[in-house]
């Protein structure tokens, strides 16, 4: 079993919807969770933390649930510029990330 | 914030030569680096855990004397790809985290640019 698991997609919405990705993780020992963007060919950029309490920045809300080891991005009012992929990042008791697969986003007009 | 410079972006070698990527802290001070692989469509795979002034970590499967970590200072770590094929042909990037910031677990891991090798 992977260590940080994600629905590949691509998820294909019109501008203006809401969409949401999820993403597992195995190690109950886990301790900072995080979702990065990465657009093609470049590298990773944090979109945000992922606190237990749950966080929102804007248009993102991040959630975790660490009973079911699960975490959320929730994406409103999506804009053509959040096509990217959608890296969800996982962090145990070193400063080892670990790498979901990313799910892919393409926003159409 | 804190800059991660990565380099070169990219690079096309014949087989069998060695290929050396910089990665550099620009306004902190980084006593681990990461080293990162990636191959199309797929995650970004750890591959070793570069350690300022000791001898690099590698993951399971990686093999040291063929990618050769060298962190001797703590704004510099170098990735040699040594005697490299085609198959190594990847996107490779670098991260650190400014250990001088206390944002505590939940701060940022910063990315170099990465660096596209291409072996022909």
């Known amino acids: 079993r992977k260590e940080v698991e994600q629905d590949p997609g691509p998820f294909n919405v019109p501008e203006g919807a809401t969409v949401a990705f999820n993403c597992t993780y195995s190690?109950?020992?886990?301790?900072?969770f995080f979702w990065y963007r990465q657009d093609c060919r470049k590298e990773p950029k944090l979109l945000m933390s992922?606190?237990?309490s749950g966080n929102e920045d804007g248009r993102f809300t991040a959630q975790l649930n660490r009973a079911s080891q699960y975490i959320s991005l929730l994406i409103r009012d999506s804009k053509l510029s959040d096509s990217a992929t959608y890296l969800c990042?996982?962090?145990?008791?070193?400063?080892?990330?670990?790498f979901g697969t990313g799910t892919r986003l393409q926003v159409f007009p | 914030g804190a800059v991660v410079s990565q380099h070169p972006s990219w690079v096309i070698c014949k087989s069998g030569t060695s290929v050396k990527i910089e990665c550099r802290s620009l306004?902190?001070?980084?006593?681990?680096m990461f080293w990162y692989r990636q191959f199309p469509k797929q995650s970004l795979m750890l591959m070793a855990t570069?350690?300022?002034?000791?001898?690099?970590?590698?993951e399971q499967g990686v093999e040291k004397d063929k990618f050769l970590i060298n962190h001797a200072s703590l704004t510099l770590s170098t990735l040699t790809v040594t005697s490299a094929h085609p198959e190594d042909s990847s996107f490779y990037i670098c991260?650190?985290?400014?250990?001088?910031?206390?944002?505590?677990?939940?701060?940022?891991?910063?990315f170099g640019q990465g660096t596209r090798l291409t072996v022909v």
């Open positions: 570069s350690n300022e002034g000791s001898k690099a970590t590698y």
């Open positions: 991260s650190a985290r400014d250990h001088g910031f206390t944002g505590g677990a939940n701060t940022e891991a910063f």
């Open positions: 990042v996982v962090r145990g008791n070193t400063d080892k990330l670990i």
């Open positions: 306004d902190f001070q980084a006593t681990t």
């Open positions: 190690n109950s020992a886990s301790q900072s």
């Open positions: 992922v606190y237990s």
